[in-house]
């Protein structure tokens, strides 16, 4: 027998997932079905999922590969300056998108630092390079917040130990640290991965949001949104939805299969 407290929770979590599910689902029951097939295999819509996977896989790599020194820094290190760091890191998370976007256009383009990498044959803005740093810096800050909590909650003894019996500490990281986190780091991965491939507002001021260049999904919803075309915009969220659904899915069958 269910307490009322029990059914009033679960109620509530029915009742929003089923608010959330109908929400989403009335995306599929705009376009025609021809006119989603033709908007799916147009070469614009192709070009554009194909770039949304390469520098949103490209981006979350990187955001991984950073965010795990960075989080463990701050949950393990104490150092000058540590809670503006912290502030400073969880800023993006505050504000919106959009403004990264903007400080982003402004540090790599022309005025600031656009020259010097322009001098070294690399262009950032309005390339898919640019969509990858918009990506990552958007990303980013996630993974650090969910990481330092994790790092957070993993029991300093236990490195204590292992460096007590010889282990280095890039040993007691790599062998007992990263191992006891994993279920953070694996949520870190979903999250960054998500965040990448709904990046929107920062990608269109880095990217430039260019026709069949730097258009990635979010932004082929724009632009055929703003032209008019209901079809084009539509599929291009359909599979943005499919897309992040998949990739929930998959990865959670694979931390249930590694009891992760």
């Keep these: 027998?269910?307490?009322?407290?029990?059914?009033?929770?679960?109620?509530?979590?029915?009742?929003?997932?089923?608010?959330?599910?109908?929400?989403?689902?009335?995306?599929?029951?705009?376009?025609?079905?021809?006119?989603?097939?033709?908007?799916?295999?147009?070469?614009?819509?192709?070009?554009?999922?194909?770039?949304?996977?390469?520098?949103?896989?490209?981006?979350?790599?990187?955001?991984?590969?950073?965010?795990?020194?960075?989080?463990?820094?701050?949950s393990r290190y104490e150092f000058p300056l540590k809670t503006f760091v912290k502030s400073i890191l969880d800023l993006p998370i505050a504000f919106p998108e959009i403004v990264i976007g903007i400080a982003l256009l402004m540090l790599l383009g022309s005025n600031m630092l656009g020259d010097y990498f322009e001098a070294l044959g690399i262009s950032i803005v309005f390339t898919p390079i640019g969509v990858v740093v918009a990506q990552f810096f958007v990303a980013l800050p996630y993974a650090v917040r969910v990481l330092y909590s994790t790092f957070s909650f993993v029991?300093?003894?236990?490195?204590?130990?292992?460096?007590?019996?010889?282990?280095?500490?890039?040993?007691?990281?790599?062998?007992?640290?990263?191992?006891?986190?994993?279920?953070?780091?694996?949520?870190?991965?979903?999250?960054?991965?998500?965040?990448?491939?709904?990046?929107?507002?920062?990608v269109l001021f880095v990217g430039g949001g260019i026709f069949m260049k730097t258009e990635t999904l979010s932004i082929a919803l724009y632009l055929n949104l703003s032209t008019g075309d209901?079809?084009?915009?539509?599929?291009?969220g359909i599979l943005l939805v499919i897309i992040s659904f998949i990739a929930i899915i998959v990865m959670e069958k694979y931390a249930q299969e590694n009891q992760i």
Excluded at 28 to 50: D, H, N, R, V, W
Excluded at 184 to 192: C, L, M, N, R, W
């Design 1 to 74: 027998m269910r307490s009322k407290l029990e059914l009033t929770f679960i109620s509530i979590t029915f009742f929003f997932t089923f608010l959330f599910f109908i929400t989403i689902g009335s995306l599929f029951l705009i376009p025609t079905p021809q006119g989603f097939f033709q908007a799916l295999f147009s070469p614009e819509m192709i070009y554009a999922l194909k770039l949304t996977l390469v520098t949103s896989i490209i981006s979350a790599f990187f955001v991984m590969i950073f965010a795990i020194p960075m989080a463990y820094t701050l």
């Design 155 to 202: 029991n300093p003894r236990y490195e204590f130990v292992s460096r007590s019996l010889g282990y280095s500490e890039l040993e007691t990281f790599g062998n007992v640290t990263l191992p006891l986190s994993k279920n953070g780091i694996f949520a870190a991965g979903i999250i960054s991965l998500a965040r990448c491939i709904g990046t929107f507002a920062s």
């Design 230 to 236: 209901v079809d084009m915009a539509i599929t291009a």
